[in-house]
């Protein structure tokens, strides 16, 4: 049975990572307020510039632009993985390298696979497939970034695809739902799908759609085809700046909860220490009354 200065040392130990797991919680939940109020005020953006693009769009076709045409037989394959530059966040990171094992296994079983990485748990985890390292992106998720990093790293991927380095490319982020729910998805990038597949409609537009109003057509100049192989590019920039943000947001969720867990757990222990360390006392003051007692009556 442990001594009292032992259970003493325990619940000392256990306070002090009560405080730091408090902290941590607290600088969770900073950040998760910033990057949640950065990604709310991106998504108006995204939603009219999607809405511009489906417009255009469906003046021109595949011709427009060659980032729409799809390979006959793709054999080269990059997918961007978005991770966290830290642990301490629940099962966020293993979530999605799972999710990553599986796409790889299941679809690209014959092809050859190429990972770009935002962050050092996927670039850990990708060191150890044999698939090669692209490219990779250090402190970002979680931290501060701004659009350039998304339209610098989609940049390259858009020169790979037109060059022939590369066939197809994938997204696997995290897709922030709400603070209790965060859920990895795939999403393929290039070649860009169609419009209509990318888009789901929302209850506004079927409402829309049904009372048979349609909004206006966009007047484009010099032409729709011009002006689509303007946006596509920025289209795959928006889309990975957006996976970056809910991943970030996701992030900072996870590990909010996370440390909120332990934050509990620790207060259960110390409940569970102080306990013990009760009983360990009054073991203590018992034996000591049985030796007094036990030295009277030899005395008699």
Not at 59 to 65: D, I, L, P, Q, R
Not at 258 to 281: G, H, P, S, V, W
Request: aromatic share 6%.
């Amino acid at each position: 049975m442990a001594t009292l200065k032992e259970v003493q040392l325990k619940i000392g130990s256990v306070k002090k990572t009560r405080q730091i797991t408090s902290a941590m919680k607290m600088v969770a939940t900073s950040r998760l307020r910033g990057s949640q109020e950065k990604m709310d005020r991106f998504k108006p953006y995204a939603s009219k510039f999607s809405e511009v693009l489906g417009s255009i769009a469906g003046k021109a076709g595949e011709e427009a632009s060659p980032l729409l045409v799809a390979k006959e037989e793709p054999k080269k394959v990059n997918v961007i993985l978005c991770t966290s530059d830290r642990g301490l966040c629940g099962g966020f990171n293993v979530n999605l390298i799972e999710k990553a094992e599986k796409f790889i296994d299941s679809e690209l079983q014959d092809k050859e696979v190429s990972l770009t990485c935002f962050g050092k748990k996927g670039r850990d985890w990708a060191k150890k497939t044999p698939n090669a390292i692209e490219d990779e992106y250090i402190g970002v998720v979680g931290g501060k970034f701004d659009f350039s990093v998304a339209s610098t790293s989609g940049q390259k991927l858009i020169n790979g695809f037109l060059e022939g380095d590369v066939d197809e490319v994938y997204l696997i982020y995290s897709d922030f739902k709400s603070l209790a729910r965060q859920e990895p998805v795939v999403k393929q990038l290039l070649p860009i799908p169609s419009l209509e597949a990318m888009e789901e409609p929302g209850e506004e537009e079927v409402k829309a759609k049904d009372d048979s109003v349609y909004l206006a057509e966009h007047i484009c100049e010099p032409s729709s085809d011009a002006l689509l192989g303007e946006m596509l590019p920025k289209n795959i920039f928006i889309q990975i700046y957006d996976a970056l943000l809910q991943t970030s947001t996701s992030e900072n969720a996870q590990r909010m909860k996370a440390m909120e867990n332990a934050t509990k757990a620790c207060k259960d222990m110390i409940d569970e220490l102080q306990t013990i360390f009760n009983k360990t006392r009054q073991a203590g003051i018992t034996s000591d009354l049985m030796d007094i007692v036990g030295g009277a009556e030899a005395l008699n």
